[in-house]
């Protein structure tokens, strides 16, 4: 199937997952920037949340990236940042590796001569009811799956019935996928307006296709590794770049020798531009910036 084609029978959230990030090569390796941003103009009547759902990307890493920008009322023919580029968490291996501090799952796919890298846009647990770091392993996958709410949930509502079954009015969507921590699983939503937010009660929600993309990639007892990095290094092309996310808990007490030990481990010799580096920080857009020369510059 051409392009073109492929472009007019496949949902836009799911071609930016397929054809951008999961393009199988040698250079997707964890620590290297994937994916890639572009410009888009905005439309009368759009909105933030409206259009982070068209691109199938979270509603939190829109508004870091066009901080300036209203979210319900963007002036028309403005243009914002669509942030589709990403660094590979250095943490990241073969198996699911989330990241909470930027709200971004990544699904890696190791074989004997390529690696494909797949990023999908989460909603995690909010303030109170996060979701826990740790290293898990998939442990059940339910398509269609039934849910019965927790005795938290029956507290805070106790109109809900005992379980309610597959369909619209089920928070889980379309699959399950449960991990070896108990309680806690990846699972689709009839909410996707939550996505890039925190707002579960300690669960990992993707949007439904994308639910439906990883669970048929899926597998019992596949590693899954959840961790809070808000600062991330990464290489493309020769060049370094530094991707830096809001960090309200102050989580990387000292970001410059977290960036320092990073480029240790992936690049030890490439110089850095420690200035730019400083700005990044302050601005935290979550978007990546280059912080060395380019490979053909002296």
Not at 116 to 132: A, K, M, N, Q, Y
């Amino acid at each position: 199937m051409t392009l073109k084609k492929l472009l007019k029978s496949t949902p836009l959230t799911l071609v930016w997952l397929v054809l951008i990030l999961s393009t199988p090569g040698a250079a997707q390796q964890p620590g290297t920037l994937v994916g890639e941003n572009f410009y888009q103009l905005i439309r009368p009547g759009d909105t933030l949340i409206e259009l982070a759902r068209h691109y199938g990307i979270g509603y939190g890493t829109l508004i870091n990236a066009n901080s300036a920008i209203d979210p319900w009322q963007p002036p028309t023919d403005s243009e914002i940042l669509i942030p589709r580029a990403a660094i590979v968490p250095y943490q990241a291996h073969s198996g699911i590796t989330i990241n909470l501090a930027e709200q971004r799952l990544y699904l890696v796919r190791k074989g004997q001569q390529k690696t494909l890298t797949s990023v999908f846009p989460i909603g995690i647990g909010r303030e109170g009811r996060d979701t826990p770091t740790g290293n898990n392993r998939v442990v059940t996958m339910i398509a269609n799956p039934s849910w019965t709410p927790p005795p938290s949930w029956r507290a805070e509502h106790p109109e809900l019935p005992a379980v309610i079954p597959p369909g619209s009015d089920n928070p889980l969507g379309d699959y399950w996928i449960g991990l070896s921590q108990k309680h806690i699983g990846l699972h689709g939503t009839n909410r996707p307006f939550g996505i890039g937010r925190q707002v579960s009660s300690g669960c990992i929600r993707l949007y439904p296709e994308h639910i439906q993309f990883l669970f048929e990639r899926v597998h019992i007892g596949m590693t899954v590794t959840i961790i809070d990095q808000p600062i991330k290094l990464g290489h493309k092309d020769g060049q370094l770049y530094l991707e830096a996310h809001p960090d309200p808990t102050t989580r990387v007490v000292a970001p410059m020798a977290e960036i320092l030990r990073q480029r240790d481990l992936i690049a030890p010799k490439e110089e850095v531009d420690w200035q730019h580096v400083r700005l990044i920080l302050e601005q935290r857009t979550g978007v990546p910036q280059p912080v060395s020369p380019p490979l053909n510059q002296p």
